[in-house]
């Protein structure tokens, strides 16, 4: 992650991508939710060497609290966190923390239940992300892709698609400004497999075959190998 950021502060890409990154639970001095180390926190120190406002956007289903602590007092950095909020781990993520001294008002949470679908996150997710665009204007952009808020995760409790998941990248992407694009979350792995597959064709602007290629995992991916 620290890398992608590097390469996008020296202008050798637009877009990087690491789908090992996103671990956004780890603290400053402690490990939390599987996240020993807070990669994205580390690449948004790196880019604001070079960039004034950076625009950090979570579509994991749950809360980006370790990116939301480390940057809760700073303008520099807004983060916005799509996540199930109720009884569900880190606990965190009330509509009502949005920041602290000069970072007041540049955190933003949007709670969400159960079972929501790709046509009421879409609803959701353009509107705000298109009115925080226009008012932040961030001159960089770094997306958290965790797939747990995929219909099927072991751990998830969303009804999105491949395609409702893919829409939020797409859509940030259409804004062109540089992107680091990270994983996250994901428990039921071919699906993890199959969202940031399709996402990352996207991010490349190139299709790619829905049925499989041959591969050593393929008996996973039965019985539609798709």
């Not at 994205?40 to 070079?50: R, T």
């Not at 960039?51 to 809360?63: G, P, S």
């Not at 995929?150 to 992107?179: E, I, Q, S, W």
Request: net charge negative.
């Amino acid at each position: 992650s620290i890398g992608g950021a590097v390469q996008l502060n020296r202008k050798g890409a637009d877009i990087a991508v690491n789908w090992a990154g996103g671990l956004h639970h780890a603290k400053k001095s402690e490990a939390s939710g599987f996240c020993y180390i807070n990669d994205i926190v580390l690449a948004i120190l790196e880019l604001l060497k070079h960039y004034r406002r950076v625009l950090y956007i979570d579509i994991d289903i749950h809360h980006g609290d370790g990116v939301e602590e480390a940057f809760y007092n700073t303008n520099r950095v807004m983060t916005v966190s799509f996540h199930k909020f109720g009884e569900f781990f880190p606990g965190t993520g009330d509509p009502r923390d949005i920041g602290s001294d000069e970072g007041k008002y540049y955190s933003v949470n949007f709670p969400l239940k159960d079972g929501i679908t790709d046509a009421s996150y879409e609803s959701i997710f353009k509107p705000l992300i298109s009115k925080i665009m226009e008012w932040y204007r961030p001159e960089v952009v770094v997306i958290q892709c965790g797939a747990d808020s995929l219909a099927g995760d072991r751990l998830g409790c969303f009804n999105l698609t491949l395609k409702g998941h893919a829409m939020c990248v797409d859509f940030v992407k259409g804004y062109n400004l540089p992107m680091l694009v990270l994983g996250g979350g994901g428990y039921t792995i071919r699906n993890v497999a199959r969202c940031w597959s399709y996402e990352t064709s996207l991010l490349l602007d190139s299709e790619i075959e829905d049925q499989l290629p041959y591969n050593d995992y393929l008996e996973y991916y039965g019985p539609d190998f798709r």
